[in-house]
């Protein structure tokens, strides 16, 4: 069993960083729906977190266990404009949580939710939204254990099946 006090959560920029810890959780996406995801390739992920996380919306965390990166999360701060239909609000958009293997499962995920909340109060959001792969069934009971509850369902059909 990890002991807490050997755990931290750090903001961080480096994406290098991030872009290593980021296999586990592509690998486990390609994985579960190979015909949507690629194989983790480390340069191309690079180049994309490098982009990323130079927007200022963007933020990253690594988590480190006796100084060992061991997981990330990637979140960003967004503005929902007010319109007609709806009011505007302000929310942290989790993308991305994701642990090494071994260290999954032991109560880090909600270490770090509890700094992204913390976080979210402290920038004026709302509330903190975030969405799963429906195959990821460990990511819903996860997220419902904290608080989270579905607001509204996106789906998708392939245009290579039958209408009915």
């Known amino acids: 069993m990890l002991s807490f006090d050997a755990v931290v959560v ?8 991030i872009a290593r810890l980021n296999e586990t959780v592509q690998t486990l996406h390609r994985q579960r729906y190979p015909e949507l995801f690629k194989e983790y390739s480390y340069e191309p992920v690079e180049r994309f977190f490098k982009k990323l996380l130079k927007q200022k919306a963007w933020h990253a965390l690594v988590v480190t266990y006796t100084n060992e990166p061991i997981g990330y999360a990637l979140f ?10 709806r009011r505007g609000f302000s929310v942290v958009h989790l993308d991305q949580l994701s642990f090494i293997r071994e260290y999954q499962r ?8 509890a700094w992204i909340e913390e976080f979210a109060r402290q920038h004026g959001a709302q509330q903190i939204e975030l969405s799963y792969w429906e195959r990821n069934v460990e990511a819903q009971g996860f997220y419902q254990k904290l608080g989270f509850s579905p607001t509204h ?12």
């Open 106 to 113: 032991q109560g880090l995920g909600t270490k770090v939710m």
């Open 10 to 17: 750090t903001p961080t920029t480096d994406f290098k960083l």
């Open 76 to 85: 960003c701060e967004r503005k929902y404009a007010d319109n007609p239909f």
């Open 153 to 164: 369902r996106y789906m998708v059909k392939p245009l290579d099946s039958p209408l009915l």
